[in-house]
């Protein structure tokens, strides 16, 4: 089955709320002006005709009865007919003679002798037309004595109505085309930015994260336009840094592999001694084991349902333990190691992820330092949060890339090269578990004078 569009559902339930209601309208002016109009001259009629009636009892059959009879005939708008002869009714004959037909019908005639009065709605006997009648009975001493008819052309009494029939239809039609045109600019309103995102998520799907909305409104429509500009920007960075990444990936596992294989054709080859290449390719290996670790370990903090394993931690005693176990290469590079630590520094945490945090710090300091130089290392307590900062003398980072340095195989031009044995992940790590702990990490760095990391983590309460 042929779905239909949104556009046409819209126009649809538009046509059927106008037809609805122009109906209703229609059926409510007829209503009323069948139950209050019609009934209204109805009630006129039988008022005169009573009060003709009134002016019979007291008058009789008089000249100022038949001058009252004639002035309501000619100013009550109605036709007034007269018979003071009752055995007219019973016989049921005519009030024309000249007519082969009855005015009333046996049922009314008895109902006038009855002394009821008599309403009716059916076809003039002389004219072709239909007419509106009330027959009022006359009585003279409790007796039945004669009657009158009233009786006015229904023409005359849809005459107004007509009028307001044609009003009526003006209105309508202007209405309608009032509403149609309010409708069109409404659906553009709503639909055209609807269509606009169907197209933009078709090319989405298709891998196009180029395209973008225009945003012509404040409302919701416009907020929910700026939302999916927002999607598709989001998608289009995400969608540009997996193919970053697995460029970076496939870059980076590339080098090693192709130099254990170099290294494995030329032992092969007995082009170099087997004890350089055996060396050689037992570093690439490690390098490669430790790139595979990192990548594994920034996918896993990465997701949202990783398992720290939290506990009460003496972040002052963790430090020196991580220091104690790079001791032996702060002395190869000849530095010089300066503490400062708040031994009173007890926060929640997983122990083994925050001393990956220490140890890749540490590691970036000691590699990006040269020899002779200071590494500080402070830690103190301030507003309920342990501050752990590690200040080197090194090379610095460009200010202008202190804000790239913690994504993924990020390096520094010149000092972040792979002869350096750094993976390009260490600070990409840092940064996601800190933010596991609800923690900060910063870093400040000037060229050519040192770096400045930062880690605030909360303490125990």
């Known amino acids: 089955m042929k779905q239909r569009s949104i556009q046409f559902k819209v126009w649809f339930a538009i046509v059927a709320i106008i037809v609805v209601v122009i109906g209703a309208a229609v059926w409510l002016i007829s209503f009323l002006y069948d139950e209050l109009y019609i009934d209204k001259q109805m009630e006129l009629l039988i008022t005169e005709g009573e009060h003709l009636a009134a002016y019979y009892e007291r008058y009789g059959m008089t000249d100022a009865f038949l001058e009252r009879l004639e002035w309501s005939g000619e100013n009550s708008g109605s036709d007034v007919i007269f018979s003071n002869d009752p055995m007219e009714l019973g016989s049921g004959s005519p009030f024309e003679p000249s007519s082969d037909e009855h005015m009333i019908t046996f049922t009314e005639r008895q109902s006038l002798l009855d002394g009821e009065k008599v309403v009716m709605v059916r076809p003039h006997p002389h004219f072709n037309q239909d007419i509106l009648g009330v027959a009022i009975p006359l009585f003279e001493e409790g007796q039945l004595s004669g009657s009158i008819l009233l009786s006015m052309p229904l023409s005359e009494v849809y005459e107004p109505f007509e009028q307001i029939r044609t009003l009526l239809i003006v209105s309508i039609l202007i209405v309608m085309v009032v509403i149609v045109f309010i409708a069109t600019r409404g659906i553009h309103h709503v639909v055209a930015p609807i269509s606009e995102m169907k197209r933009v998520s078709i090319r989405m799907a298709e891998g196009d994260f180029s395209e973008r909305i ?199 031009n010149q000092a972040r090269s792979r002869k350096s044995g750094g993976t390009g992940l260490g600070l990409a790590i840092v940064s996601e578990i800190v933010k596991k702990h609800n923690g900060e990490f910063e870093l400040h760095s000037v060229e050519g004078e040192g770096t400045h990391a930062v880690v605030r983590l909360r303490n125990l309460k």
């Open 214 to 412: 225009e945003v012509k409104s404040t409302d919701e429509l416009g907020e929910l336009a700026d939302s999916f500009n927002r999607l598709s920007q989001a998608l289009e960075e995400v969608e540009d840094s997996r193919r970053a990444f697995l460029a970076n990936v496939s870059h980076e596992l590339r080098t090693p592999l192709s130099y254990m294989k170099g290294y494995a054709e030329a032992l092969e080859e007995g082009v170099i001694a087997q004890d350089k290449g055996l060396s050689m390719i037992q570093s690439e290996s490690k390098r490669l084991e430790r790139l595979v670790n990192d990548l594994l370990d920034l996918a896993q903090l990465e997701g949202e349902s990783y398992p720290l394993s939290i506990e009460p931690i003496a972040l002052a005693q963790l430090v020196h333990d991580v220091l104690e176990s790079i001791e032996v290469a702060v002395k190869q590079k000849h530095l010089q190691l300066e503490l400062k630590l708040d031994e009173g520094s007890i926060i929640e945490a997983d122990r083994d992820r925050i001393e990956q945090v220490i140890r890749n710090l540490m590691d970036n300091a000691i590699r990006y330092t040269v020899s002779h130089k200071k590494i500080n290392v402070t830690l103190h307590v301030k507003d309920q949060w342990s501050e752990l900062t590690v200040a080197d003398e090194g090379i610095g980072i460009p200010e202008n890339e202190l804000k790239a340095v913690t994504e993924r195989f990020y390096r520094v």
